[in-house]
């Protein structure tokens, strides 16, 4: 038998087989958070994208075309302005006052032991996790007890006092891990408590404090429940679009929305580069 008999007889060579690809944990765990991701981005992206919806009327719930237009009669329902500028005055306001007061008690319950601490923690929390329809119906009965007008002051309070013991508990978290020689190196070069405070630790939980107005200014401008017990006739951006869901949400709310969004992205952004920035030169 020749050699090209051979050849022509032998059996041909299989085809490599390729392995199957198998779901491993990581890669399980990858679309996982890929898929949670989407559901969250997803109703914020349909916000933005209907901000561009060339709708001929009110009701913006069907895609018709894409169009700038609303970008620039943006203020042109006067209602709609004035409860946006009625909701980022309350939360600026609602917002320092909570810092201003929340780091006072975060910096309190993370740095020293008194007698009363654990009811404030308890009180904290029950803040927390308490719902805002009790919340707001008590609110409100105290108001009307005390025969005080509802409006932007009732519900700037209202909001202080459940922005409170979120921006306590960011800034204690970070009191708590403080380093103590740096505070007691500034006292015994001479610095006085109130110079240490300001000079060394108000800078090491700036931050936290950062962190803490930003909750709140979010928890502030997105708020409804409680809002809707203490306004009165005063009517905040969440309050105008829930009654405009009657008659038709105008482009205009999810052009308003999406700018919120852009700059809470921006803040966040910002604030996490200030933190890295900071990290590297420790």
Known sequence: MTASTLERTAPAAEPAVKPRRRLTGAGFMRAYVWVIIAWLVLPIAVMILFGFNDTPGRYNQSWVGFTFKWYARLFELSNLTQALINSLLIAVVSSVLSAALGTGIGYAL???????????????????????????????????????????????????????????????????????????????????PWVTFWKVTFPLILPAVFSGVLLAFALSIDDFIVTNFTAGTTETFPLFIWGATRIGIPPQVNVMGTLIFAAGVLFAVIANVRSRKATKKD
């Open 110 to 192: 993370g740095r020293y032991r008194f007698r009363g601490a654990g009811s404030l923690n308890l009180v904290m929390f029950a803040t927390i996790s308490s719902p805002e329809l009790i919340m707001g119906a008590s609110l409100l009965t105290l108001f009307a007890s005390l025969q005080v007008g509802l409006g932007a002051v009732t519900i700037t309070i209202a909001h202080v006092m459940f922005s409170i013991s979120f921006v306590a508990t960011v800034v204690r978290a970070r009191v708590m891990t403080l380093d103590r020689s740096v505070e007691e190196a500034a006292a015994d070069l001479g610095a006085t």
